[in-house]
């Protein structure tokens, strides 16, 4: 199983909408490296939900539940999406700040290029960032 981190300005898509929705696609992502990363994900793999813009923090946990596939915004169609289902919020959402003060994560991708919106993260990174947001990992 693979992790990873997926931003979202909540005044567009919030963790409210998708636990609405329950499953929906992340579709509109334009970045190569952002596309790259979900054209690895595999289904069962989970990720964290977070609130970009004023928020910046981990909101949500979502679990992807199906593989990339073409996007149907792109009219280049050189980007795709996955399907994610929404699990459950964190008990204490983890802050941009707090995470940039932990040193177990100072080589996390969201501290050191905190503008790519789709992001892998490392089993230990996952770990501490769920017992920061009080669930279980």
């Known amino acids: 199983m693979a992790y990873w981190l997926f931003k979202s300005e909540p005044g567009a898509w919030s963790w409210d909408d998708h636990v609405k929705k329950g499953v929906e696609h992340w579709d509109g992502v334009r970045n190569y490296q952002a596309n790259n990363n979900m054209k690895a994900m595999k289904v069962g793999d989970l990720g964290f939900f977070y609130h970009s813009v004023n928020e910046k923090q981990v909101v949500g946990i979502v679990e992807v539940v199906r593989e990339h596939y073409p996007d149907h915004t792109d009219k280049s169609e050189r980007f795709g999406m996955v399907d994610l289902k929404a699990v ?16 177990k994560l100072a080589d996390m991708v969201l501290v050191n290029n905190s503008r790519l919106s789709v992001q892998p993260v490392t089993a230990a990174e996952w770990k501490e960032v769920c017992r920061m947001c009080g669930v279980k990992a």
């Open 88 to 103: 459950k919020p964190v008990t204490t959402p983890a802050t941009l700040a707090d995470i940039k003060t932990n040193p």
